[in-house]
């Protein structure tokens, strides 16, 4: 179970990591598209300006009567210019469109991809955990202090303990059995006192789930909290007390 879990955790790693790399080239495409349809709605800008300076020129012309002819057709190859332009900038804008939806096709199927990798990935580790615990950090069970052959008691005391433990063990289970009738009967008493019967209720403790904390840490792409310990303090005197060992030594003979 654990080999097929870490399979399927590289799996989606590898999965992920195309999905990042198409990523990467669908951010690249929009970026170019992006470019190139700005540069197309300058042109479109530039020619629109143009256009109003050759209306322009054309009404002076006909005020005047020269150049009519020259202005009207400079006039007509702007409007075409124009056209062409409107339509190439209409093009390039649904390219750039179409590049940033891909785009945002591309980083939504990251974060899936990686949301499943990171639960691959815990998964894994859990099952590898449990795996080395299982294995090689549970210490083994101690064995059962069996007695030796020359003290095994004779098969009569054998039967009767058998016998005993098997009437104990039945009545243990049947009185069990009706304790436990009897606590879920007086659970659904609320809370308060009953004559010389008290019933309270004490609210259950709560663990913190560190794979769940991990996995919606790694989910947004961030680093699970780790707390430090404290730092060990060490406060080495030993040159200290030799010399003041022997300076009393020393008074000693002295004296």
């Known amino acids: 179970m654990s080999a097929t879990i870490t ?12 999905a990042e790399d198409d990523l990467t080239a669908a951010r690249r495409r929009e970026a ?7 540069r197309a709605a300058l042109r479109v800008r530039t020619a629109r300006t143009d256009l109003a300076e050759a209306r322009k020129a054309l009404r002076v012309a006909e005020r005047t009567g020269k150049g009519v002819r020259v202005a009207g057709r400079r006039l007509a190859a702007r409007e075409d210019r124009l056209a062409a332009l409107v339509e190439a900038a209409r093009i390039h804008k649904a390219e750039a469109t179409a590049a940033r939806r891909a785009r945002r096709t591309a980083e939504r199927r990251v974060e899936r991809i990686a949301r499943r990798a ?18 090689t950090l549970t210490p083994a069970p101690e064995k059962d202090p069996v007695l030796p052959a020359s003290e095994i008691p004779a098969v009569e005391e054998i039967e009767a303990h058998a016998a005993r433990q098997a009437k104990l063990d039945r009545e243990a289970k049947q009185l069990a ?15 308060g006192t009953y004559g010389r019967v008290t019933i309270t209720r004490t609210p259950g403790r709560s663990l913190l789930d560190g794979a769940a904390v991990a996995l919606a840490y790694t989910s947004r792409g961030e680093v699970p909290p780790r707390k430090s310990s404290r730092t060990v303090f060490k406060c080495d005197a030993t040159a200290l007390l030799a010399d003041q060992a022997q300076a009393a030594a020393g008074l000693i003979m002295a004296a």
Do not use: H
């Open 7 to 18: 399979t399927t955790a590289a799996r989606t790693l590898a999965t992920l990591a195309t």
């Open 32 to 38: 170019r598209a992006t470019r190139t349809a700005d």
């Open 118 to 135: 990171a639960l691959a990935a815990t998964r894994s580790v859990e099952k590898i955990t449990t795996a080395l615990g299982e294995t």
């Open 177 to 191: 059995k009706l304790a436990d009738a009897e606590k879920t009967w007086l659970r659904r008493l609320p809370t």
